[in-house]
């Protein structure tokens, strides 16, 4: 049985990345990072469909990423 979910995970795009447009490349992160991934509370994670809401991003000193919470 599969059950569709609207979850809240934070997402670092590297700086390289950072030119690219912004939904898109915060998807292919949420991808790269939780597709096919077990869970305990939600289960084996299958597909990330969509980016639904995504705050500004935030800077941590030292890193040369931007975090963003989706």
Do not use: C, H, S
């Not at 990345?17 to 991934?37: A, C, H, I, S």
């Amino acid at each position: 049985m599969y059950t569709k979910i609207r979850a809240i995970d934070v997402v670092r795009v590297p700086p390289e990345r950072l030119g690219d447009e912004l939904r898109p490349t915060v998807k292919e992160m949420l991808q790269d990072n939780l597709e096919g991934r077990m869970d305990k509370k939600i289960g084996m994670v299958i597909a990330i469909l969509d980016v639904v809401d995504m705050k500004e991003g935030r800077i941590i000193i030292g890193d040369g990423g931007v975090y963003y919470e989706t």
